[in-house]
């Protein structure tokens, strides 16, 4: 940072300075003087300072991509700001605009039924109704047409633990239904049953203990709404971390592209610039290390890594990742909201366990989904941190308001203490023999489904697993050294899929689909291999023919330099989650 000899610049500028002031009358000469003169350096300190900033982003950009990377970046960035000029001419965009309410009325009428025998509540009704009515109507709205999760055909979304667990949490409702952790003196239980799901999942990440005397105060953590917000507020503590420890004032972050949208998310929430590390399959899609370094500066306030991502179910290189952050002094967030109460369980149940957790000694901050594989009741989740310092940076404290000294240590202001309970219910019914043999289960399915893809002779050839999967997920994609009468189009199979009832996920960049094995999908998995080998023959060969609906939005949206319509789309989307008829 430029210091005050840099004012010397400012120097040229002097003798025609004082000429114009020596016209002034004497008294104020020299005041006036000073003032012209602080305010000339001011002037030229503050160009300096502008050239520096852009001259060390421009740095930073060229060592961050590289001098390819930043010239592909340029390349892009013209391109679709001329697609989107493209997009504006008024005969495109009237085009767009028919055929985006077009797309938007469809989702309508798949989303939301309408016709005869569909009544819809849009004011309160003037006399409540009877207890027995709104029970029937409760029973019907449970009742209506929907993928069949129960049947097993929902990729992730359901993290059914069984019936008994389902009644338990009914009871836990029950009898918590009115709690609310934001008065612990109130419900002094549910306080309870909140700092013991916490230390249960700090014990089970090898959180550092006060023992261990490593850590100050040894490791602590929160309970959450969701991996959402678990990591929200991981990303949220970093960056205080680094504006009260370093002044950083700019924050970044490094992801791994195959890292979950929520850390995205929190960059848009809190003003933070996201990195998007590529994670090539030379890589075996994980986490590009050498571009995670380059991109790493004094605005650097948190790396990333997942175990497993979402989209291909890959676990990153958690140990590299860990030198890279010890030795530049920044905290590592690992994010296990999908590994959950899987991943910790690998090593017991004999299949290969890569490192994840607190014993590798990089790690600060892991986001564990309770609601996920914990199999708890959804809108839990837990966010562990190394050390009790590292925790206080999430909290939100107001001394002054006048409705009293106000605490909360995460999002929100209320919470459900029905929700504590009903997960704190399930960790103790699970237990670890529990958690053992659903890992067993769930792992298991996953490598039946693998085997299935690399060896049938009915799939192998037309379809090539991503990486190497170790946990639940599997994705897969076409094979391209297919012969052309074996290719398919991954998106013709996820429609197909659809089409036999199945709800599983299509992925873009590359052109994918993966399943997430549930619970409810392990006693159906050699049905869906049936339904794949049957949907992958009927796709043979027919990889350029008309497109279905997954080829449609991820064929078009993948080729679009610019998302505005895909905006514009989810946009209409979430409207009609609101819509009522
Ligand atoms: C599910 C998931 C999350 C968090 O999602 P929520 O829907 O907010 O619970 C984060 N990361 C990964 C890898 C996930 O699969």
């Given at each position: 940072?430029?210091?005050?000899?840099?004012?010397?610049?400012?120097?040229?500028?002097?003798?025609?300075?004082?000429?114009?002031?020596?016209?002034?009358?004497?008294?104020?000469?020299?005041?006036?003087?000073?003032?012209?003169?602080?305010?000339?350096?001011?002037r030229n300190v503050l160009l300096l300072l502008f050239v520096l900033r852009y001259t060390r982003k421009s740095l930073l950009q060229l060592r961050g991509h590289g001098l390819f990377g930043t010239l592909k970046g340029a390349y892009k960035s013209i391109y679709r700001n001329l697609y989107a000029l493209f997009l504006r001419l008024p005969f495109v965009n009237a085009r767009i605009r028919a055929d985006v309410s077009k797309a938007i009325l469809e989702l309508e009428t798949k989303l939301?039924?309408?016709?005869?025998?569909?009544?819809?509540?849009?004011?309160?009704?003037?006399?409540?109704?009877?207890?027995?009515?709104?029970?029937?109507?409760?029973?019907?709205?449970?009742?209506?047409?929907?993928?069949?999760?129960?049947?097993?055909?929902?990729?992730?979304?359901?993290?059914?633990?069984?019936?008994?667990?389902?009644?338990?949490?009914?009871?836990?409702?029950?009898?918590?239904?009115?709690?609310?952790?934001?008065?612990?003196?109130?419900?002094?239980?549910?306080?309870?049953?909140?700092?013991?799901?916490?230390?249960?999942?700090?014990?089970?990440?090898?959180?550092?203990?006060?023992?261990?005397?490593?850590?100050?105060?040894?490791?602590?953590?929160?309970?959450?709404?969701?991996?959402?917000?678990?990591?929200?507020?991981?990303?949220?503590?970093?960056?205080?971390?680094?504006?009260?420890?370093r002044n950083v004032r700019e924050p970044e972050i490094i992801l791994p592209e195959t890292a979950h949208t929520a850390f995205r998310k929190a960059g848009e929430y809190f003003g933070i610039q996201v990195h998007l590390v590529p994670c090539p399959a030379a890589n075996n899609y994980r986490v590009h290390i050498a571009s995670v370094r380059r991109l790493i500066n004094s605005n650097t306030i948190l790396l990333v890594g997942s175990a497993p991502n979402f989209p291909h179910g890959i676990?990153?290189?958690?140990?590299?990742?860990?030198?890279?952050?010890?030795?530049?002094?920044?905290?590592?967030?690992?994010?296990?909201?999908?590994?959950?109460?899987?991943?910790?369980?690998?090593?017991?149940?004999?299949?290969?366990?890569?490192?994840?957790?607190?014993?590798?000694?990089?790690?600060?901050?892991?986001?564990?989904?309770?609601?996920?594989?914990?199999?708890?009741?959804?809108?839990?989740?837990?966010?562990?941190?190394?050390?009790?310092?590292?925790?206080?940076?999430?909290?939100?404290?107001?001394?002054?308001?006048?409705?009293?000294?106000?605490?909360?240590?995460?999002?929100?202001?209320?919470?459900?203490?029905?929700?504590?309970?009903?997960?704190?219910?399930?960790?103790?019914?699970?237990?670890?023999?529990?958690?053992?043999?659903?890992?067993?289960?769930?792992?298991?399915?996953?490598?039946?489904?693998?085997?299935?893809?690399?060896?049938?002779?009915?799939?192998?050839?037309?379809?090539?697993?991503?990486?190497?999967?170790?946990?639940?997920?599997?994705?897969?994609?076409?094979?391209?050294?297919?012969?052309?009468?074996?290719?398919?189009?991954?998106?013709?199979?996820?429609?197909?899929?659809?089409?036999?009832?199945?709800?599983?996920?299509?992925?873009?960049?590359?052109?994918?689909?993966?399943?997430?094995?549930?619970?409810?999908?392990?006693?159906?998995?050699?049905?869906?291999?049936?339904?794949?080998?049957?949907?992958?023959?009927?796709?043979?060969?027919?990889?350029?023919?008309?497109?279905?609906?997954?080829?449609?939005?991820?064929?078009?949206?993948?080729?679009?330099?610019?998302?505005?319509?895909?905006?514009?789309?989810?946009?209409?989307?979430?409207?009609?989650?609101?819509?009522?008829?």
């Amino acid at each position: 940072m430029p210091g005050s000899s840099r004012l010397a610049i400012s120097l040229p500028n002097l003798p025609n300075l004082r000429q114009r002031s020596s016209l002034l009358r004497p008294t104020t000469l020299s005041r006036q003087q000073a003032l012209l003169y602080a305010l000339d350096a001011l002037r030229n300190v503050l160009l300096l300072l502008f050239v520096l900033r852009y001259t060390r982003k421009s740095l930073l950009q060229l060592r961050g991509h590289g001098l390819f990377g930043t010239l592909k970046g340029a390349y892009k960035s013209i391109y679709r700001n001329l697609y989107a000029l493209f997009l504006r001419l008024p005969f495109v965009n009237a085009r767009i605009r028919a055929d985006v309410s077009k797309a938007i009325l469809e989702l309508e009428t798949k989303l939301v039924p309408s016709g005869p025998g569909v009544l819809s509540y849009t004011t309160l009704p003037t006399m409540g109704w009877s207890v027995e009515q709104v029970r029937s109507e409760l029973g019907k709205l449970g009742e209506m047409k929907h993928t069949r999760w129960e049947d097993g055909r929902v990729s992730g979304a359901v993290y059914h633990g069984g019936d008994e667990l389902a009644e338990l949490h009914a009871q836990a409702f029950k009898q918590f239904g009115v709690s609310n952790p934001i008065h612990p003196d109130v419900f002094p239980g549910v306080r309870k049953m909140e700092a013991e799901v916490v230390a249960m999942t700090l014990a089970l990440f090898h959180a550092p203990t006060i023992e261990d005397g490593k850590a100050e105060g040894g490791g602590a953590g929160v309970t959450t709404s969701g991996g959402t917000e678990s990591i929200l507020m991981a990303v949220l503590a970093a960056r205080q971390k680094a504006y009260h420890e370093r002044n950083v004032r700019e924050p970044e972050i490094i992801l791994p592209e195959t890292a979950h949208t929520a850390f995205r998310k929190a960059g848009e929430y809190f003003g933070i610039q996201v990195h998007l590390v590529p994670c090539p399959a030379a890589n075996n899609y994980r986490v590009h290390i050498a571009s995670v370094r380059r991109l790493i500066n004094s605005n650097t306030i948190l790396l990333v890594g997942s175990a497993p991502n979402f989209p291909h179910g890959i676990v990153d290189d958690i140990s590299a990742l860990s030198r890279l952050a010890l030795k530049h002094k920044l905290p590592l967030h690992v994010d296990c909201c999908l590994g959950s109460f899987i991943i910790p369980f690998l090593e017991k149940a004999g299949y290969p366990a890569p490192d994840f957790d607190f014993r590798v000694p990089g790690v600060t901050s892991i986001s564990v989904d309770t609601h996920k594989y914990g199999f708890a009741p959804k809108g839990n989740s837990v966010v562990l941190y190394r050390s009790k310092a590292l925790r206080r940076y999430q909290y939100y404290v107001c001394p002054d308001w006048s409705g009293g000294v106000y605490a909360s240590p995460s999002m929100a202001g209320s919470r459900p203490g029905a929700l504590i309970a009903g997960c704190w219910a399930s960790l103790m019914r699970m237990g670890e023999d529990g958690y053992l043999d659903t890992c067993l289960k769930i792992v298991g399915a996953r490598q039946r489904i693998e085997d299935a893809i690399r060896g049938s002779e009915k799939l192998c050839r037309s379809l090539s697993v991503i990486g190497k999967p170790l946990v639940s997920v599997i994705a897969f994609q076409a094979n391209e050294n297919a012969e052309q009468a074996e290719r398919v189009d991954i998106y013709d199979v996820a429609d197909g899929m659809s089409a036999k009832g199945w709800h599983l996920n299509a992925l873009q960049d590359p052109a994918a689909m993966h399943v997430a094995v549930t619970m409810p999908i392990v006693g159906v998995v050699e049905e869906l291999i049936a339904d794949l080998e049957a949907v992958v023959a009927q796709c043979r060969g027919k990889a350029s023919e008309k497109k279905g609906d997954a080829a449609a939005l991820y064929g078009v949206a993948g080729a679009l330099p610019d998302k505005r319509i895909v905006r514009e789309l989810a946009g209409g989307f979430l409207d009609t989650l609101y819509k009522t008829w």
